[in-house]
């Protein structure tokens, strides 16, 4: 079974510094993509940010970006002057195949402390 | 411009009760897809339909049945539910041209008792 693995079940971080969420997977698609998902306590999966594997540009969306590292399997959330509202649960997904289907890590508990 | 709904939000059923969950979507996407949460393990596919008409079975089926009724609507039954399957479960669609994100409900609190 193709896998994503995010091996840290919870972190911690000081409101207004940088915190880093790890992810590897496993593929042997060519072309794939890969996402970080934020679930806060509403429960809502909301997208934070995407990167398609044939591009070499790490992907940022504002204080969110990502160290992609295609041939070590690599994809870490870097999350710069953390918020109390980035306080949640994140997800590391890999979508790709024939029927694009999304294969999550079990995800990591992210709490931002005043 | 609602998205992906899901009703219900929440719901309690005794062990052998059976009940369908419901989600559409307004995006006029072609794929669509359900999974289970649990604690711990992430979100795991029950079931998806690429596209109207079909479906296929995901990492964790048993127990499940689904219905692609449109291309708006995909709906999940329990036929007889067990407590292992209480989970909160999400449905999500994808528009299904080359692009992988999905976009997700709300979510139904499911607790089997």
């Known amino acids: 079974a193709q896998t994503v693995t995010q091996s840290q079940p919870e972190m911690s971080v000081q409101e207004a510094e940088t915190v880093t969420l790890s992810c590897t997977y496993d593929t042997s698609e060519n072309n794939y993509y890969l996402f970080w998902y934020k679930q806060p306590p509403s429960r809502q999966m909301i997208l934070v940010i995407r990167q398609e594997a044939y591009k070499q540009q790490n992907a940022t969306e504002n204080r969110f970006s990502v160290n992609f590292q295609k041939a070590a399997k690599s994809f870490s959330l870097k999350i710069s002057d953390s918020q109390l509202g980035d306080t949640a649960m994140y997800f590391c997904a890999r979508g790709g195949g024939a029927n694009s289907k999304l294969t999550f890590g079990k995800g990591i508990t992210l709490s931002v402390r005043p | 411009n609602a998205g992906v709904t899901q009703t219900p939000k929440f719901q309690v059923l005794k062990t052998g009760q059976s009940m369908t969950l419901q989600c559409a979507q307004d995006?006029?996407?072609?794929?669509m897809y359900w999974y289970r949460q649990d604690p711990g393990m992430g979100l795991r596919l029950i079931y998806y339909s690429a596209s109207e008409g079909t479906t296929d079975k995901g990492e964790v089926p048993n127990g499940y049945n689904v219905s692609r009724l449109n291309k708006r609507e995909f709906s999940l039954r329990l036929e007889s539910a067990a407590p292992s399957q209480t989970s909160v479960y999400f449905c999500?669609?994808?528009?299904?041209?080359?692009?992988?994100?999905?976009?997700f409900g709300p979510g139904t609190r499911l607790t089997v008792t």
């Open positions: 999500a669609s994808r528009e299904g041209t080359g692009n992988y994100e999905q976009y």
């Open positions: 995006m006029n996407h072609n794929s």
